[in-house]
């Protein structure tokens, strides 16, 4: 990464770069407040508050406050913590996960072995089906055969 060298003749900012500068810096302060207040909760120790920022007299701006992701690149990360749900919590939904499959599993191999014993009921009543059926066709030929004798 190169380094910038300052200008060695005046900077002339633009309202619009200023009013960008301005608002950056009330976001900022914003920040620093939201995160001091969070600290403060959790850290009983008190620190000096930041000292704010003066522009030089004579008119030049440093390079790091024209760029603020530069300057937010120098600075270590102070965002809060994640959130870390208890391990009880994701024991509980992991066990909750793993009774309910347990459920589904359970209720797949009822429903096939219930399945299979029904395809083999089927089974047996169609052969019943097709015995009773010869067996009719049988009757039928004989009922005819007395019927033909004259009895």
Same mark, same amino acid.
């Given at each position: 990464?190169?380094?910038? #060298?300052?200008?060695?003749?005046? *900077?002339?900012?633009?309202?619009?770069?200023?009013?960008? $500068?301005? +608002?950056?810096?009330? %976001? =900022?302060?914003?920040? $620093?407040? @939201?995160?001091?207040?969070?600290?403060?909760? !959790?850290?009983?120790?008190? @620190?000096?508050?930041?000292?704010?920022?003066?522009?030089?007299?004579?008119?030049? *701006?440093? =390079?790091? /406050?024209?760029?603020? =992701?530069? @300057?937010?690149?120098?600075?270590?990360? =102070?965002?809060?913590? !994640?959130?870390?749900?208890? @391990? $009880?919590?994701?024991?509980? #939904?992991?066990?909750?996960l793993f009774i309910t499959l347990a459920v589904?599993?359970? *209720? *797949?191999?009822?429903?096939?072995?219930?399945?299979?014993? +029904?395809?083999?009921?089927? &089974?047996?009543?169609?052969?019943?089906?097709?015995? /009773?059926?010869? +067996? !009719?066709?049988? +009757?039928? &030929? &004989? %009922?005819r055969n007395l019927n033909s004798t004259g009895?």
């Open positions: 990464m190169l380094k910038q #060298c300052p200008p060695s003749h005046p *900077v002339f900012i633009s309202d619009r770069d200023l009013t960008e $500068i301005q +608002l950056h810096s009330v %976001e =900022s302060i914003n920040d $620093i407040h @939201r995160n001091h207040s969070e600290q403060s909760r !959790k850290v009983s120790i008190s @620190r000096p508050p930041p000292v704010p920022f003066t522009p030089p007299p004579n008119g030049n *701006v440093p =390079s790091p /406050v024209l760029n603020p =992701s530069a @300057r937010h690149a120098k600075q270590p990360s =102070s965002e809060t913590p !994640k959130y870390q749900p208890p @391990r $009880i919590l994701i024991f509980a #939904c992991l066990a909750f589904i599993l359970f *209720v *797949v191999v009822k429903q096939a072995i219930t399945v299979s014993y +029904l395809s083999e009921v089927l &089974l047996q009543h169609q052969g019943h089906f097709q015995e /009773v059926s010869a +067996l !009719k066709h049988k +009757l039928q &030929l &004989l %009922e009895h």
